[in-house]
Nanobody, 121 residues
């Protein structure tokens, strides 16, 4: 069984930085795309940033220039470096990955349980 576990969330003041990590574990053959989503209270879950297996990235307009997504394929881990944080970045951040599991011909999408990021003075 494949699991995703996020870490690195917390409380930070406006203008501060946080680094989120998400490690995938289990019987993994291959990880395709890895992404970060977030969901603020009363709002829909939205894509924050994504990265392909070859390293191509995409970002939501609201985080461009402030957030950086990266991955370590040897560790099956994706990171989200968040700088110049704003109160509107407050949300639960979820890790998402498209993974081929051992014994499967195709791939499935997996989600982590989420980590809270709160930006407040």
């Amino acid at each position: 069984q494949v699991q995703l576990v996020e870490s690195g969330g917390g409380l930070v003041q406006p203008g501060g930085s946080l680094r989120l990590s998400c490690a995938a574990s289990g019987s993994i053959v291959r990880i395709y795309s890895m992404s970060w989503y977030r969901q603020a209270p009363g709002k829909q879950r939205e894509l924050v940033a994504g990265i392909t297996s070859s390293g191509n990235t995409n970002y939501a307009d609201s985080v461009k220039g402030r957030f950086t997504i990266s991955r370590d394929n040897a560790k099956n881990t994706v990171y989200l470096q968040m700088n110049s944080l704003k109160p509107e970045d407050t949300a639960v951040y979820y890790c998402n990955a498209v993974i081929q599991q051992l014994g499967d011909m195709g791939s499935n999408t997996y989600w982590g349980p989420g980590t809270q990021v709160t930006v407040s003075s």
